[in-house]
Nanobody
Framework: QVQLVESGGGLVQAGGSLRLSCAASGRTFRWYAMGWFRQAPGKEREIVAAITWSGGSTYYADSVKGRFTISRDNAKNTMYLQMNNLKPEDTAVYYC????????????????WGQGTQVTVSS
């Protein structure tokens, strides 16, 4: 069993930066692919970025390419999302997720989810 806890959300002006963290419990973290997802009010949850267990492969949604960077530190059981040049349309609740994922973009393949952290970008 893995528990995930997000942190680092908050209110930031457009153009600013935030760094989200996802702390995982359990020794199996290092074997799981991990991902960041977000859900804005009135919209479906969407993938933001994902990373394989080794960190050797990543995926980014087109809307965040060049602005966001996903990374992980398996020794610390922690995943990160560095978000730069934030835009008002990035406002959402951000969730981390993990699991024995084959397709990094497939939400239904992620077994474990955090409670989410709010990111609000003002214009």
């Amino acid at each position: 069993q893995v528990q995930l806890v997000e942190s680092g959300g908050g209110l930031v002006q457009a153009g600013g930066s935030l760094r989200l963290s996802c702390a995982a419990s359990g020794r199996t973290f290092r074997w799981y692919a991990m991902g960041w997802f977000r859900q804005a009010p009135g919209k479906e949850r969407e993938i933001v970025a994902a990373i394989t267990w080794s960190g050797g492969s990543t995926y980014y949604a087109d809307s965040v390419k060049g602005r966001f960077t996903i990374s992980r530190d398996n020794a610390k059981n922690t995943m990160y999302l560095q978000m730069n040049n934030l835009k008002p349309e990035d406002t959402a609740v951000y969730y981390c997720a993990g699991g024995t994922v084959v397709n990094l973009r497939a939400q239904n393949e992620y077994d474990y989810w955090g409670q989410g952290t709010q990111v609000t970008v003002s214009s």
